[in-house]
């Protein structure tokens, strides 16, 4: 299997399907020394070809990016050769080579809104059986302290709780996650058995959509290994389309570029969302749970019936960015690649 496309003198490399291990500088010349021998391509004409990079539905940053540029420079490449498209929140004009940004590409991923259009849900009077819902399916350092912190707040009852039901995750740490979540046994879930990457996104279930209140843990951190980008992924959108009103466990500065996208986030609601202006990852996960228990202080269910058109207009921002969007994001690589739309 290869991650090079290769059409006339440009290469296309999807390098969202590497590990998080490959962005170091031994390992991608390693990595890029493979796909040339697979590819039958000598290192010395690597020069000779205009490179895409593509960030596919990763929070690849320019820090991951920078092994593999710097790297085909020094065979040649010339800067204006290497060329990236990035999916999270780029400054492209400080890069020493162009690159283009698509802080939306992860707005229907894996086909979710298609999948609960089919369901045909009745929003304005589902039935409300917790204040909020936190999904942590797949576990981490960073999660399991938010969980044990959830966990020590709030009453069971009060929450629709995920944490680790992706079990190969739950396994790479869970030494560390046994130190931490002492509150409940994990993995803690909803489904009985643990389900696919697909299912997770095409969910069976309603009982998600059963809390006015979505926490919803974004994938980059500071803390744990992977992306530290700002990174907006499904589960931000879903919320929205779950009609819930939205807070944030991310990296600062997540919740401003939510905003600039024309979403209602509620900050009347939210004091602001001032967390998300604070640096120190431990004590955002502290402010960010206080906030929640202030705000369950009022009646969660009423605050549902009072900003229903609220609500329902950040459905109609969705739409519009679902519609208009993924055909900008396929119009816009194209011209950016200047070759062939890659199926």
């Not at 999270?88 to 894996?110: E, G, K």
């Not at 045909?120 to 009077?125: A, M, P, T, V």
């Not at 396994?171 to 643990?194: F, H, L, M, W």
């Not at 004590?283 to 228990?293: C, D, G, K």
Request: charged share 20%; glycine share 2%.
């Amino acid at each position: 299997m290869t991650n090079f496309r290769i059409v006339n003198d440009i290469i296309y490399y999807q390098i969202w399907q590497l590990g998080g291990h490959i962005y170091q500088n031994d390992n991608i010349v390693q990595e890029i020394q493979q796909e040339c021998n697979t590819n039958q391509i000598e290192l010395i004409s690597l020069k000779n070809y205009t490179w895409i990079l593509d960030c596919g539905p990763e929070g690849i940053s320019p820090k991951e990016v920078e092994p593999i540029f710097y790297y085909l420079v020094s065979l040649g490449v010339p800067a204006t050769n290497f060329k990236v498209i990035y999916s999270c929140v780029v400054d492209t004009d400080s890069l020493p080579y162009p690159a283009i940004t698509f802080t939306n590409r992860m707005i229907q991923h894996v086909d979710w809104w298609t999948h609960q259009l089919k369901k045909n849900i009745d929003w304005q009077n589902i039935t409300l059986t917790h204040d909020f819902v936190c999904m942590m399916r797949r576990a981490s350092i960073d999660r399991a302290h938010l969980c044990e912190l959830l966990l020590q707040t709030f009453s069971r009852s009060s929450m629709i709780l995920t944490f680790g039901s992706a079990t190969n995750d739950l396994a790479q740490y869970s030494a560390g996650i046994a130190d931490i979540v002492k509150s409940e046994q994990v993995p803690i879930r909803v489904e009985n058995t643990p389900c696919s990457n697909e299912q997770c996104h095409l969910l069976d279930t309603n009982i998600f959509y059963q809390a006015p209140i979505n926490l919803i843990v974004e994938t980059s951190s500071q803390i744990d290994p992977g992306w530290t980008s700002i990174f907006i992924t499904e589960k931000t959108y879903k919320a929205f389309t779950w009609y819930q009103f939205p807070i944030w466990y991310a990296v600062p500065r997540l919740v401003k570029e939510v905003r600039n996208q024309g979403f209602d986030v509620f900050d009347d609601l939210f004091q602001n969302h001032y967390y998300d202006d604070i640096e120190d990852p431990v004590v955002r996960r502290q402010e960010v749970v206080q906030l929640l228990n202030r705000v369950l202080n009022n009646n969660v269910a009423d605050l549902k019936k009072q900003h229903w058109n609220r609500l329902c207009a950040n459905v109609d921002v969705y739409k519009k960015h679902q519609q208009n969007d993924t055909l900008n994001l396929k119009n816009s690589i194209d011209l950016f690649k200047d070759i062939s739309p890659i199926s």
